[in-house]
């Protein structure tokens, strides 16, 4: 089992950044590959970034290549997202999840943090 607790959403300006974390409980967090996903009102959850077991190899969408990073600390038990140049259609709401190989499939994933709001005003 994992739990996943996200932190560091908020109200920010367009252009600006924020950094995002999320927080994994159980001794096996290096054994999964972390992804993180966005859900805007109306609309589906969608793939953000991906990160595999040890930090090696990293993936982004489209939307958010150059502007976002995904990076992790094993030690820490914790993956971060941070996210520069904001525009406000990246307001939604953020999730952390855990799968077993590095994927931008939701379906793959199998632990799920509850999410944090991120809303980027113009």
């Known amino acids: 089992q994992v739990q996943l607790v996200e932190s560091g959403g908020g109200l920010v300006q367009a252009g600006g950044s924020l950094r995002l974390s999320c927080a994994a409980s159980?001794?096996?967090?290096?054994?999964?590959?972390m992804g993180w996903f966005r859900q805007a009102p109306g609309k589906e959850r969608e793939f953000v970034a991906a990160?595999?077991?040890?930090?090696?190899?990293?993936y982004y969408a489209d939307s958010v290549k150059g502007r976002f990073t995904i990076s992790r600390d094993n030690a820490k038990n914790t993956v971060y997202l941070q996210m520069n140049s904001l525009k406000p259609e990246d307001t939604a709401v953020y999730y952390c999840?855990?799968?077993?190989?590095?994927?931008?499939?939701?379906?793959?994933?199998?632990?799920w943090g509850l999410g944090t709001q991120v809303t980027v005003s113009s």
């Open positions: 999840a855990a799968a077993k190989v590095v994927t931008g499939n939701p379906a793959s994933y199998d632990y």
């Open positions: 990160i595999n077991w040890s930090g090696t190899s990293t």
């Open positions: 159980g001794r096996t967090f290096s054994t999964y590959a």
